[in-house]
């Protein structure tokens, strides 16, 4: 028997329909509010109920706020083993092939933006996120709800140290370009069509020192208006885009 103390919690219609699709096998329970009879639960229900036949329940709205611990679960609570994902750097350094894309991520603490920083870099086709294992949100009930299904399916690594990390790309062979306001070289100068790391800092603070002396090279986000700069999980999507649009127009 598997430890239930290892599953994880699932919340809303993205996260468990992408995990349906993914594995429908690591699901073990997911209850639903009978309450709601809308389209969007019908169409969940007609998805769900071939697949998982006698681990579908009912719940009433207090016991899913209880299982959830918000109101914020939209029907729908899961209970599902971790995926499968790659888990380390060691194991995602062995599995690149091709020009890499990765996205790292230094300091992004709040859970939802780090649940959409993983939905752009789904969105984008990046290999996986890193993150430090402090000083940084993880995964949790919270970030898959707002990554509406790409927690499931995208490698959130977390390392130790994160510069030590870094170098190891480095000697992988993955050119770090990190994000600055206060370079002048535009991201939209720069080639990103070899194997890149894009490295974000959390919005305010930006990227620790170490972490900025590590990077190969900064670019900053051209600013038009009179904000001075952007959302993490927005300025995440604007670089990974443009990344892609490269390597779409190289090939």
């Not at 900025?212 to 090279?217: A, F, I, P, V």
């Amino acid at each position: 028997m598997k430890d239930s103390s290892k599953q994880q919690m699932l919340l809303g219609f993205h996260a468990v329909i992408a995990r349906l699709r993914q594995d429908p096998e690591s699901i073990k329970t997911v209850y639903v509010d009978p309450a709601r009879r809308d389209r969007r639960m019908q169409d969940f229900l007609k998805t769900a109920e071939g697949p998982l036949g006698r681990r579908l329940h009912q719940a009433d709205t207090e016991r899913l706020r209880v299982l959830a611990g918000s109101d914020r679960h939209q029907g729908v609570v899961a209970f599902v083993e971790p995926s499968a994902k790659i888990q380390t750097l060691a194991e995602l350094i062995d599995t690149l092939t091709g020009p890499a894309l990765l996205l790292i991520l230094d300091g992004v603490t709040d859970p939802h933006n780090l649940g959409a920083c993983l939905r752009v870099a789904d969105g984008a086709g990046v290999d996986a996120v890193i993150v430090p294992k402090d000083r940084s949100a993880h995964l949790n009930a919270t970030v898959s709800k707002v990554a509406s299904g790409a927690a499931e399916t995208m490698p959130l690594i977390a390392v130790t140290n994160l510069a030590r990390a870094m170098r190891e790309l480095q000697d992988a062979g993955v050119w770090l370009i990190g994000t600055d306001d206060q370079t002048t070289h535009s991201l939209y100068d720069v080639d990103l069509t070899g194997p890149v790391a894009l490295v974000m800092g959390a919005e305010g603070e930006g990227m620790r020192r170490l972490t900025k002396e590590t990077c190969d090279q900064l670019v900053s986000i051209p600013m038009m208006g009179g904000v001075e700069s952007l959302n993490v999980s927005v300025a995440s999507g604007v670089c990974l885009y443009e990344a892609r649009r490269q390597r779409l127009k190289k090939s």
